[in-house]
């Protein structure tokens, strides 16, 4: 088979979980079978940095088709109005041709897939902007009536896509996410998280989360459920909010100047990719009180890095994190102050989840994801 993959995502500077799992994926998809590969992309902008990044990829036996000669945003903000056809632009030679990101556009020659990771802007349109929530609105229902086949990566992201986008069960498959065990793993050297420590100024034990900062992932009432660790614990660790600025994120400053905890938690800000899995490694835990992920890669990747993982009951999560972690209400301060007192006070308890979720997170890795999508894109023909 001829497949192509949308390879713009490949070109954000500040990596977070899609592009991650875009890359991973190519990395892995190339050794897969024989299919022959290749990677569609708009060079008219930044074209000298985008030709470096993808020679890495041609370097690992990728074919480069590159448009020179309009803009990708352009493009997505004309396709309406003027559908010029995609294979148009990159030809009619792929059976299959892959999108990332929640879109297809017209003219697609072969099959068009697409990704569709979750339905968050649905189920709960107040954690986005208005202008978000119609964009992603038009995009999703346009990629959903436009594609020949959509893939999420869990069932549960799959029931909701059924439940809100009104899809037939067999026009979308699942493929869960993969853990680099390369990267996330728990044999890091007490000298190289102590280093990554000093690089954002972390001195002592902390509780780590990492993530965007955004209202879904539920941050206001993780700094609450803090202020009660604090007052009911003696020698409380510090708290690390580790992540880039997401849209409203002065609520969660202004939380913590309301409370006055500002000595007691330190925001590093997006976090150089190679420090991702010594600070993770070297957290006492991981918290990660999200309200709706769609798959949620943070928490298997710090059980990887040996590091005990408490997180929400809701939406992806139990699937994800299944018996390796403790489970708790995202919306009970109560119940998230005292999973985080509990492992902290009891040693013994966080050694056992930390063996469990080692084990764990060895059922995920990006090479069964890209058997998987290969299994996917066989038997659409």
Same mark, same amino acid.
């Given at each position: 088979?001829?497949?192509?993959?949308?390879?713009?995502?490949?070109?954000?500077?500040?990596?977070?979980?899609?592009?991650?799992?875009?890359?991973?994926?190519?990395?892995?998809?190339?050794?897969?079978?024989?299919? =022959?590969?290749?990677?569609?992309?708009?060079?008219?902008?930044?074209?000298?940095?985008?030709?470096?990044?993808?020679?890495?990829?041609?370097?690992?036996?990728?074919?480069?088709?590159?448009?020179?000669?309009?803009?990708?945003?352009?493009?997505?903000?004309?396709?309406?109005?003027?559908?010029?056809?995609?294979?148009?632009?990159?030809?009619?030679?792929?059976?299959?041709?892959?999108?990332?990101?929640?879109?297809?556009?017209?003219?697609?020659?072969?099959?068009?897939?697409?990704?569709?990771?979750?339905? !968050?802007?649905?189920?709960?349109?107040?954690?986005?902007?208005?202008?978000?929530?119609?964009?992603?609105?038009?995009?999703? @229902?346009?990629?959903?009536?436009?594609?020949?086949?959509?893939?999420?990566?869990?069932?549960?992201?799959?029931? %909701?896509?059924?439940?809100?986008?009104?899809?037939? =069960?067999?026009?979308?498959?699942?493929?869960?996410?993969?853990?680099?065990?390369?990267?996330?793993?728990?044999?890091?050297?007490?000298? %190289?998280?102590?280093?990554?420590?000093?690089?954002?100024?972390?001195?002592?034990?902390?509780?780590?989360?990492?993530?965007?900062?955004?209202?879904?992932?539920? #941050?206001?009432?993780?700094?609450?459920?803090?202020?009660?660790?604090?007052?009911?614990?003696?020698?409380?660790?510090?708290? !690390?909010?580790?992540?880039?600025?997401?849209?409203?994120?002065?609520?969660?400053?202004?939380?913590?100047?309301?409370?006055?905890?500002?000595?007691?938690?330190?925001?590093?800000?997006?976090?150089?990719? %190679?420090?991702?899995?010594?600070?993770?490694?070297?957290?006492?835990?991981?918290?990660?009180?999200?309200?709706?992920?769609?798959?949620?890669?943070?928490?298997?990747?710090?059980?990887?890095?040996?590091?005990? !993982?408490?997180? @929400?009951?809701?939406?992806?999560?139990? =699937?994800?994190?299944?018996?390796?972690? #403790?489970?708790?209400?995202?919306?009970?301060?109560?119940?998230?102050?005292?999973?985080?007192?509990?492992?902290?006070?009891?040693?013994?308890?966080?050694?056992? #989840?930390? %063996?469990?979720?080692?084990?764990?997170?060895?059922?995920?890795?990006?090479?069964?994801?890209?058997?998987?999508?290969?299994?996917?894109?066989?038997?659409?023909?």
């Amino acid at each position: 088979m001829k497949i192509a993959f949308d390879a713009q995502l490949l070109f954000e500077k500040q990596k977070t979980g899609i592009g991650w799992t875009v890359e991973h994926l190519l990395k892995h998809m190339i050794v897969e079978d024989d299919n =022959e590969y290749s990677l569609n992309y708009f060079s008219l902008h930044h074209r000298k940095e985008k030709n470096q990044i993808i020679s890495k990829y041609k370097n690992m036996g990728y074919q480069a088709n590159a448009c020179g000669w309009l803009h990708n945003v352009v493009y997505r903000r004309i396709w309406d109005k003027l559908p010029i056809p995609y294979s148009l632009i990159f030809g009619k030679q792929n059976q299959i041709t892959q999108f990332f990101n929640y879109d297809v556009p017209p003219g697609v020659s072969g099959k068009a897939v697409t990704f569709i990771y979750d339905m !968050v802007y649905k189920a709960f349109p107040e954690t986005i902007s208005k202008e978000t929530y119609n964009m992603l609105d038009h995009n999703l @229902s346009r990629a959903c009536d436009k594609a020949d086949h959509i893939i999420t990566i869990s069932e549960f992201s799959k029931k %909701e896509i059924i439940k809100y986008m009104h899809i037939p =069960e067999s026009k979308i498959s699942v493929m869960p996410c993969g853990v680099d065990h390369c990267v996330f793993r728990s044999n890091y050297s007490v000298e %190289e998280v102590l280093k990554a420590k000093r690089k954002y100024g972390i001195q002592q034990d902390y509780i780590l989360y990492l993530g965007t900062l955004e209202p879904r992932k539920n #941050i206001e009432t993780l700094i609450e459920a803090y202020a009660k660790l604090i007052n009911e614990s003696n020698n409380c660790p510090k708290l !690390v909010i580790a992540g880039k600025k997401g849209w409203l994120y002065d609520r969660i400053f202004e939380k913590v100047h309301n409370l006055q905890l500002q000595d007691h938690i330190i925001f590093t800000g997006y976090v150089d990719t %190679e420090d991702v899995p010594l600070l993770l490694k070297g957290a006492m835990i991981f918290v990660f009180p999200s309200i709706y992920e769609g798959f949620g890669l943070p928490p298997l990747e710090a059980m990887a890095c040996g590091t005990p !993982v408490i997180t @929400s009951n809701t939406a992806s999560l139990p =699937e994800v994190v299944g018996d390796a972690g #403790i489970l708790v209400n995202p919306y009970s301060v109560d119940e998230i102050c005292d999973a985080m007192k509990k492992a902290i006070n009891d040693e013994e308890l966080r050694n056992k #989840i930390r %063996e469990i979720g080692i084990l764990h997170s060895k059922n995920f890795s990006w090479k069964v994801s890209a058997t998987k999508l290969a299994k996917i894109y066989s038997n659409l023909l």
